[in-house]
Nanobody, 116 residues
Framework: QVQLVESGGGLVQAGGSLRLSCAASVRTFSAYDMGWYRQVPGKEREFVARITWSAGTTSYADSVKGRFTISRDNGKNTVYLQMNSLKPEDTASYYC?????????WGQGTQVTVSS
């Protein structure tokens, strides 16, 4: 069973930056597209960013475009989310996701809190 472990969340002031990491326990990590999602209590989990297996293509939610950057290091089995110019409305639990062997797999989440 594949496990995803996020890290890097925390408390930051508006305008600040954080980098989230997600490490995967799968040997063929480089074969899979990966994504980041976020959720606030009482709301649906929403898409943030996605990166293809080769890192050749990335896509972003309109709300984070130009501020967040997704990247990956296949040698380290890790996907990253660099978040700049953070806003209070970015406050959420952030989750990484991969679809391994046709099964959607989620990490446990990491909390990001942006103070105004």
């Amino acid at each position: 069973q594949v496990q995803l472990v996020e890290s890097g969340g925390g408390l930051v002031q508006a305008g600040g930056s954080l980098r989230l990491s997600c490490a995967a326990s799968v040997r063929t990590f480089s074969a899979y597209d990966m994504g980041w999602y976020r959720q606030v209590p009482g709301k649906e989990r929403e898409f943030v960013a996605r990166i293809t297996w080769s890192a050749g293509t990335t896509s972003y939610a309109d709300s984070v475009k130009g501020r967040f950057t997704i990247s990956r290091d296949n040698g380290k089995n890790t996907v990253y989310l660099q978040m700049n110019s953070l806003k209070p409305e970015d406050t959420a639990s952030y989750y990484c996701k991969g679809n391994f062997f046709t099964v959607d797999t989620w990490g446990q989440g990491t909390q990001v809190t942006v103070s105004s």
